[in-house]
Each structure stands twice: as structure tokens, then as C-alpha cells.
């Protein structure tokens, strides 16, 4: 500041205290500061203009920075406002120029954060929509196909995906939003009914499958003093659990638990039984065992008769031992079987051989072929002697057929 004239390139003070402030239509008086110096004067008035000129590059840098909201467009309007005839020294018109290019700047940031709000606002909706949608799915599935427990917690996430878009995501049209929480609010009702109704009629079958079962379960746990003889009643009993229906998984395993206990009483009566009657037949199976290392020579009789009655005599003395234990039934069985079979195998033999009608069948077969081998026998030697190979030869095929009819017959 020139102590002579007490002024800057912006601005001056006269002899009154009088400020001015220099712009391109000339000076402008911005006030007065009668209590001070000039320069005292002079620095007020330029530091309401440095005030001002810090508002704007505020703005500038949050402009810059894309922070700015909605009320920069206000702010400029208020700076420009402030800027037609402020009480400030400065560069006025550069500070004027400043805050128009904030106002173009502010413009396009406002249109572009208008578009983003608007986008967002979009995607909200859209998120909602797909919420309410998959409610409305969900309470639209068939009852026999839901997993109730699945579904509520399904229904749970939605509604705390609903709440937190609505707390944090973008405000939304009141009216869409409500009609969309409507939509959501319907099906989760509808849903809820059908889970409350699913498990009442759930809670009265299981009370009357309980009733029926316990029912049955008395009558089982009375079969108990019967022992192995109370088996078939059990077993008839069980026909009438698998009838009676299902109740809940864990009601039914509980009662099953009971029925079955009951019946391992009977079951376990008759394992002893079966124990000690395997215990009793233990020495039969010894005794059957020797019996058969004895009656194995057996199978190398060729004579019937002699087959026959030895194996008449291991018949006499199986039977009068008696039984063996169930498991090993069918190996003895199967070794006396055997015998059986080969001696009956002889048998068969002997009267195909001896049967007379058989025999006479056999002898009257045989005679003839011996005769039609005698002939055949002369006109191979015959054809041999004349030099006819091919007679030689078809009465040689001829007879090489009759002498394996003739062997087959036998004795």
C-alpha cells in the first residue's frame, strides 16, 4: 500500500476514512472505517473480500473433489448475490468470473449426481421388486413340497434384506414403496397361515398316532409273560404299527423305541430257547457227522442190493438221532443226499437192465441187428472181392452205424 495515498491496486482511502474499491465502471465506494487509521481501513474492507474469496475456493475444492452436494447450486447463487456490489476490496471481477464457472461446474455436477440418485433410486426399486418377488414365490409353493423350516428362514432374510435397504439404500418414491411393502407383507402372511395351520393339523395327527401306538404298545408289553409263545401275536401287533401311521420324527422314534423293546422281551426268550436247544442238538451233529464219514463208502458200491441195505441202516440210525442245530442242516442233509442219489442211481440202472418188457424190447432189437450185421458183413466182403469201392464203402458206413446201435443196447 502507498503511504501517500493510502490505496492498492483494488482499492483506496481518502482523508475521511472513506473506502473505495476499483472496478472496470470505476470506483465504488464500499464504506467507511471513521475509528481507524487508513489502513486499518483498508485491510477491513480486504478482508471481507479475502472472506468472500475463501467461500468460493472452498466450493472450488469440493466441486473439484465431487463431494459437493445440492446445496452448491444455493451456495453459488448466494455468492453471486453477494458479488453484485459487495463491502469488500479485491478482484472483484476475477471472484465474479470464479463463482460463474462454479455455477457451470456446479450445474453439470448436480445434473450427473442427479442421474446417479436417480440410478440408485432404480436399483433400489429393482431390489425390492426381486425381494417381494422370491416372498411372493415362497408363499406360493405346493404345502407338501415346503421345508417349513427352510422357508422361515428365508422369509427372515428377506425381511432383514428389506430393512436394510431401506436404512442405508437411496429414499424412494413413498408411493412404490409402499406398494411393494404391501405386496411383501401379503406373502409373508399368506405363508405364516399356512405354516400355523400346517402345524396344528401336524400337532392333532401326532396326538392321535401317539394314542394309537401306545395302544399297541400296551398290548405288546403284555405279551411279555408269554415268552416265545407271545411271537406271533407280536408279529401281528407289528402290522398294526406300520397302519397306524407316522407322527413327528422324533415322537415316532420315541414310541418305536418302546414297541421294539417290548418285543426284543419275546425275542430274546426265544434266542435262549434256540441257544439252548443248539446246545442240546450239538451231540446229534456229532453223532450225524460220524454217521456219514461212515456210510461214505457207499459211493463206491456198484451192487444195488448191497447199496441198498447199507444205506437202509445209516437211514434207521440218522432218524433216531434226531435233530442238529439249524445252521448245520443243510450240510448234512446235503452229504446224505448224495448217498441217496447213488443208490438210487444203481437201482434205476438195475431195472432198466432187468425190466422185461425192456429186456424183451432189447433182446428183439438186438437179433435183428445181428442179422442185418451179418448181411451187411457179406456184402462188404463181396464188394471188396469184385474191386466196387464205392459198394465197399457204403456197406462198410452201413455197418460201422448197426455195430454202435448193437453196443449201445448191451447185455
Aim: aromatic letters at 6%; charged letters at 35%.
Amino acid at each position: 500500500m502507498s503511504e501517500a495515498s493510502n490505496e492498492t491496486p483494488w482499492g483506496r482511502v481518502d482523508e475521511d476514512r472513506t473506502v473505495y474499491v476499483r472496478e472496470d465502471a470505476g470506483e465504488r465506494v464500499v464504506g467507511s472505517f471513521p475509528d481507524g487509521t487508513p489502513e486499518e481501513a483498508l485491510a477491513y474492507f480486504t478482508r471481507k473480500f479475502a472472506d468472500l474469496e475463501g467461500q468460493v475456493t472452498l466450493l472450488e475444492a469440493r466441486v473439484a473433489r465431487g463431494t459437493a452436494d445440492a446445496s452448491a447450486a444455493d451456495t453459488v447463487a448466494k455468492l453471486r448475490e453477494q458479488l453484485v456490489e459487495p463491502a469488500a476490496v479485491g478482484d472483484i471481477a476475477a471472484l465474479r468470473g470464479r463463482v460463474e464457472k462454479l455455477g457451470e461446474k456446479t450445474a453439470a455436477l448436480g445434473e450427473k449426481q442427479q442421474a446417479e440418485r436417480d440410478a440408485a433410486r432404480k436399483a433400489a426399486l429393482e431390489q425390492r421388486e426381486t425381494i417381494v418377488v422370491e416372498a411372493e414365490r415362497l408363499a406360493a409353493q405346493p404345502e407338501a413340497s415346503i421345508r417349513w423350516k427352510d422357508t422361515s428362514q428365508a422369509f427372515e432374510q428377506l425381511f432383514s434384506d428389506w430393512q436394510t435397504s431401506q436404512r442405508s439404500g437411496p429414499q424412494v418414491p413413498k408411493s412404490q414403496a409402499d406398494a411393494l411393502w404391501k405386496r411383501f407383507r401379503a406373502a409373508r402372511q399368506s405363508f405364516d397361515s399356512a405354516r400355523r395351520s400346517h402345524f396344528a393339523q401336524m400337532d392333532a395327527n401326532n396326538k392321535e398316532v401317539k394314542h394309537r401306538k401306545e395302544r399297541i404298545i400296551a398290548s405288546a408289553e403284555a405279551l411279555a409273560p408269554q415268552g416265545i409263545d407271545g411271537i406271533p401275536a407280536y408279529r401281528a401287533l407289528l402290522d398294526e404299527w406300520k397302519a397306524a401311521g407316522r407322527a413327528s420324527r422324533k415322537l415316532d422314534d420315541q414310541l418305536w423305541a418302546r414297541f421294539k423293546a417290548a418285543g426284543d422281551v419275546l425275542y430274546e426268550a426265544k434266542a435262549a430257547e434256540a441257544a439252548q436247544t443248539n446246545e442240546e442238538y450239538a451231540a446229534n451233529l456229532t453223532a450225524k457227522q460220524a454217521l456219514l464219514d461212515e456210510a461214505e463208502p457207499i459211493l463206491q458200491e456198484r451192487e444195488h442190493a448191497a447199496a441198498r441195505k447199507r444205506l437202509t441202516a445209516i437211514q434207521l440210525q440218522w432218524d433216531e438221532i434226531g435233530r442238529v442245530p439249524r445252521e448245520a442242516l443243510r450240510e448234512v442233509e446235503a452229504r446224505l443226499r448224495r448217498i441217496e442219489d447213488h443208490v438210487k442211481q444203481l437201482e434205476d440202472e438195475h431195472w432198466r437192465k432187468t425190466n422185461p418188457e425192456t429186456k424183451a424190447r432189447s433182446e428183439g432189437l438186438r437179433g435183428q441187428l445181428e442179422a442185418s450185421i451179418a448181411e451187411l458183413t457179406a456184402e462188404l466182403e463181396a464188394a471188396r472181392a469184385a474191386g466196387d469201392a464205392s459198394a465197399a464203402a457204403e456197406a462198410e458206413e452201413k455197418l460201422a452205424a448197426q455195430q454202435s446201435w448193437l453196443a449201445a443196447i448191451g447185455d
